[in-house]
C-alpha cells in the first residue's frame, strides 16, 4: 500500500533546506546526519529521497545492511515552507549506484539547495563532489506534531506507531562517557539545533528534538513533551547549524555523537557520550569548495568509488 500524506505537508518535505538523516548502527545504535535536501520527492509513489557523497562510505553501508531509516524534517530556517510542523519519516533505503554528474539530474532544484554547479578549475576540483549516491525511502509511516519541538498530537499517515521499544543490554566496555562531556556541552549549547535518535520498537529510528540542561559526568537532555521512551538503550545526538547554501555562502557546524542512554522521565534522560565527530566549515564559498572538493576525493580514493 502507497504512503499518501497531505500536500501542506509535501511543501516542508520539499521546501526544507536540511534534513535530519538516521540510520541504524550494527549493535543497535543510531547516526543522525544533517543532509542538504537535494533530492526530488515523488509523494504519488510513496517515496522521498536523499543523497550521499561517495566518501560517506559508512552512512550508506548501513543502510545496505539495515534499510530501516528515518529522515527528520525538524527546521524552517532557510525553508521555502511555511509550515511549523515537525516530521518525521520512516521508511526503507534503496541505495542506488552513484551518478557522476548528479546535479544535471535533478535540474533547479541543486542550484536551489547549493548553488549553481562550478564550471572550469572549479568543476575539475568538485567533481568528486557532484558524483552522488541516490538513495530512495519507500515510506512506511508520516508522523506530523504541529509544532517543531514535537509537542501536541501528532496525526500518523502509514502504519500505526508501535509500542516502547524495550531496555537494550548494555555494552562490553561498560556505558560511562568516554568523550569529554563539558566540551560536548559546550560546542552543543552553541548550535541551533539537537537531535536524538533511538531504534524503536519496530526497528526504524526515533528521532526527536531536544534541549541540553548540563554536562558533567554526562549530558543532560530534556523534552518538551513526554516522548522518551523507558528504559536504557544505544542513541544517537547531533548537534547542528547551517547556513543557506544556495545564496553561495556555504557554512555548517555539526557534532555527531553515538552513546548510551538512561531515561529518567517522560521528558528528561541521561546521555553518555562514548564516541564523537564532526566539523566546523565558516560561511566561506571559498572554504566551502576548498573543503568538499577534497573530502568528497579522498573520500572516494579510500572507497576505491569509480562511478
Known sequence: MVVQW???IDKI???DQVVGVATV???GGVVISPMTNFAVHRPHAGTIAVNSSLGAAKKTERMRRNPHVAVAFHSRRHSSADGSQYVLVHGDA??????RDFPSTIGTRWDEKDGAPAGGLWGWWLRDYYARVPITISVTRVVVWPALDATGSPQIYGARLPGVPASQSPPAGGTTARTNCARAARISRRLSHLLLGWVGADGYPVVVPVSLE??????RLSTAAPILPAGERRAGL???QFTHHGHGRHGDHQRLHTGWLEVESPCTARYYPHSSTGFHMPPSTLVYRLAVGLAARNGAKAVGAAP
Not at 214 to 219: A, E, F, M, P, V
Open 6 to 8: 497531505p500536500t501542506a
Open 25 to 27: 548502527t550494527p549493535a
Open 214 to 219: 548540563r554536562g558533567d559526568d554526562c549530558l
Open 13 to 15: 518535505l520539499d521546501g
Open 238 to 240: 547531533t548537534a547542528h
Open 94 to 99: 534503496t541505495v542506488s549506484a552513484p551518478i
